[in-house]
């Protein structure tokens, strides 16, 4: 099992530019997440999709958009990139939420974007 | 207000020693508390979860005081190995987890 994926690895943009972060999990997991992480904030929670086909706002949405293409994949598309966006971005999945202490979220190694 | 707040550290501990980290939350409806460890440049991973009981698994140790909203996590026989930020996880409302921004622990030899 791969567990989670993520591509590209590596980014950099020119503001204004868009791009699409892929994420895949071959976990068969119903819940999927899209972190970014920052210096000194910890990972901050863009969008969540608790099953295929929902897809929901966290706490940082502005500026990005999701799409749950299926149960295996959920892809983050930033339409007109910022320098405030340059971050870590992180993909995670969990089977079913953190609903118990048994949930566990399993994340991808990240995906560096820096936005010039 | 943080919905998960840490003391950002870092602790610099020598091996063998004892090291203790608290994380406190705000929401009291919370049920899921969390420990994940994080390596430099690296994606986050469980460490444990903690229950209200509190749990041990190893020379780790977790507690959760509900009345004072705050979780801790104790290392006992510190290792090199352990060296690593420490991220505090609350859930919040259905299918959201709360992120700490993390206690950095270096351990010299």
């Known amino acids: 099992n791969a567990g989670v994926t993520q591509t590209p690895k590596f980014q950099v943009l020119k503001t204004g530019q868009s791009m699409t972060l892929q994420c895949a999990q071959d976990m068969n997991h119903n819940s999927m997440y899209w972190y970014r992480q920052d210096p000194g904030m910890g990972l901050r929670l863009i969008y969540y999709s608790a099953s295929e086909g929902t897809t929901d706002k966290g706490e940082v949405p502005n500026g990005y958009n999701v799409s749950r293409l299926n149960k295996r994949e959920f892809s983050l598309r930033l339409e007109s990139a910022a320098p405030s966006q340059t971050s870590v971005y992180f993909c995670?999945?969990?089977?079913?939420?953190?609903?118990?202490?048994?949930?566990?979220?399993?994340f991808g190694p990240g995906t560096r974007l820096l936005v010039l | 207000r943080k919905e998960v707040e840490q003391d950002p550290g870092p602790f610099n501990v020598p091996e063998g020693a004892t090291v203790a980290f608290n994380c406190t939350y705000s929401?009291?409806?919370?049920?899921?508390f969390f420990w994940y460890r994080q390596d430099c440049r690296k994606e986050p991973k469980l460490l444990m979860s903690v229950y209200s009981s509190g749990n041990e698994d190893g020379r780790f140790t977790a507690q959760l005081n509900r009345a004072s909203q705050y979780i801790s996590l104790l290392i006992r026989d510190s290792k090199l190995s352990d060296s690593a930020t420490y991220l505090c996880v609350v859930n919040g409302d259905f299918n959201k987890f709360y992120f700490g921004s993390g206690t950095k622990l270096n351990v010299k030899p």
């Open positions: 995670a999945s969990s089977e079913v939420g953190p609903r118990t202490a048994e949930e566990t979220q399993y």
């Open positions: 929401n009291s409806a919370s049920q899921s």
